[in-house]
């Protein structure tokens, strides 16, 4: 059980890297920006929320982190919500995460249904994070 449990620990704190978060906003800025119609350029898209075109670059391929209220600029521009951009868990990236840490000896199949259930797992709440559904008393 420990084993497991060193395990998990560390999948998480690859799975929570921030570097891997903002590779994935990034992702999702590019591609959004490349598949609008007429297409988007760094320049204008750069202009439009006030940042440098240099900035937008690196926020599209992660090396800048994004701060909340351009996450929200870059939303509006793209035409997204602003969690279009946060990696869900049940995402397909997310599974091939635990793919590459997983142990070498497993079969793919195998691989791909611990991954599944690990990132299943990690989405759902736990006790303690469930809202409580207990009506308090008005003061």
Do not use: C
Not at 50 to 59: E, F, H, V, Y
Request: hydrophobic share 40%; aromatic share 4%; proline share 6%.
């Amino acid at each position: 059980m420990i084993v497991l449990d060193e395990f998990l620990d560390f999948a998480i704190n690859i799975l929570m890297n921030p570097e891997s978060i903002y590779r994935h906003i990034g992702e999702v800025i590019r591609n959004r920006r490349r598949s609008s119609k007429p297409r988007l350029t760094q320049e204008a898209l750069a202009q439009r929320i006030g940042i440098s075109r240099a900035s937008l670059a690196n926020i599209e391929t992660g090396r800048q982190s994004v701060l909340v209220h351009q996450l929200y600029a870059l939303a509006e521009a793209l035409k997204l919500a602003p969690s279009d951009f946060l990696p869900t868990t049940n995402d397909s990236a997310v599974r091939a995460e635990w793919n590459e840490i997983l142990p070498e000896d497993l079969k793919p199949v195998q691989k791909d249904q611990i991954a599944r259930l690990l990132a299943d797992t990690q989405a759902e709440p736990t006790r303690d994070e469930e809202p409580s559904r207990v009506k308090q008393a008005k003061r």
